[in-house]
């Protein structure tokens, strides 16, 4: 029920996720899950991805689907465009569901909020003929931002009506409604498609480790270190050491559009016939099952020159 980095490809066709054929509806920013044990009972055919970007919400819907027996239920830890972008097919969505999307109220802070014209223009690749969006939300000022965006594409009807039942019982509705805050809805449903096809931009590397030559032993604490690359940011945050000997695991944090990433990258002693005494190897470690992303390339380049400024001399690098 959890997607794993390592089952996707990019895009994924619905059938390798679900194992079955069956119109795809994502809801994106599920929180606590129960919109989407509700659409499981409801439409027991749709095959239903959630994107949702805190972990303890998607271990709470996690547990809840299971509880509640819904089995047609797929869920991403992450951002709902990265998955609309770099996993949906084109025309492979049958529908999108949001409901109380943090709606960002300050204006510098609106280039973080999910509906723009950007994402619509991007979705209406991804929808089929007649697909659409579905949003609710008790802000009114998003609700019209979104409103505009969408016209302002060009390619969307936009009908603004009585929210489905269903989306008044989700834990922020229940919220808002005892406020008695008004509700807002809209159906956002595609009726032309972009020129741009929006191809995936994720590019997976094969190739991100090093040879170092140096002693591990005599490398001082890291103090947190940035690197920015085009298209994205590495953080190096902390490094252990291995108490049974000279290796250091790094703990990275890479930050590419829309994926946030947090790996292990180890650097330990590695002795080869050439170098049988101070040969060091730096590589990604499979823990958390990173996508081989080029931020977990840069990641590896940030610990090599990191250990480089610490004395040790490059010797082979491939990133
Ligand atoms: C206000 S809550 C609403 C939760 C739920 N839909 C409800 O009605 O109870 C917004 C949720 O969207 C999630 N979220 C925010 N931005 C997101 C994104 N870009 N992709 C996926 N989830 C996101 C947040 O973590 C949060 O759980």
């Not at 920013?29 to 044990?37: A, E, S």
């Not at 020129?195 to 490398?219: I, S």
């Not at 049974?244 to 790996?263: C, I, N, P, T, Y």
């Not at 190897?281 to 400024?309: D, H, I, M, N, Y």
Request: overall charge positive; hydrophobic content about 40%.
């Amino acid at each position: 029920m959890l997607i794993t980095p390592s089952s996707l490809t990019f895009p994924t066709p619905p059938e390798r996720l679900f194992g079955r054929p069956g119109p795809l509806v994502l809801e994106v920013g599920f929180g606590d899950g129960r919109f989407l044990v509700h659409l499981g009972r409801a439409h027991p055919d749709w095959n239903l991805l959630g994107a949702e970007v805190s972990l303890g919400s998607v271990t709470r819907a996690f547990k809840r689907l299971r509880r509640e027996g819904v089995r047609t239920a797929r869920l991403y830890k992450g951002h709902g465009r990265f998955l609309v972008r770099n996993v949906i097919p084109r025309h492979g969505l049958h529908r999108v569901y949001v409901n109380f999307p943090d709606p960002w109220p300050r204006k510098r802070h609106h280039k973080n909020r999910l509906l723009q014209a950007g994402f619509f223009r991007l979705l209406s690749t991804r929808l089929e003929d007649g697909g659409a969006l579905l949003l609710t939300t008790d802000h009114a000022e998003y609700f019209a931002f979104a409103c505009d965006e969408a016209r302002t594409t060009g390619l969307f009807d936009v009908a603004e009506g009585p929210p489905p039942p269903a989306t008044l019982q989700t834990k922020y509705a229940l919220k808002w409604q005892a406020e008695r805050r008004p509700i807002y809805h809209a159906v956002f449903t595609k009726t032309a498609e972009a020129p741009d096809p929006y191809e995936p931009t994720l590019e997976l590397c094969e190739m991100q480790h090093a040879l170092l030559e140096g002693d591990l032993r005599a490398v001082p604490p890291l103090t947190k270190e940035v690197h920015r690359f085009p298209g994205g940011v590495v953080v190096l945050l902390e490094a252990y050491r291995d108490p049974a000997g000279d290796a250091l695991l790094f703990l990275v944090l890479s930050e590419e559009e829309d994926l946030r990433q947090e790996m292990l990258v180890k650097a330990w002693p590695h002795r080869t016939p050439a170098r049988p005494e101070r040969g060091v190897a730096v590589a990604l470690q499979r823990f958390g099952e990173p996508l081989t992303t080029r931020g977990a390339r840069e990641a590896v380049r940030a610990v090599t020159e990191w250990l480089e400024r610490q004395g040790l001399r490059r010797v082979e690098t491939w990133f």
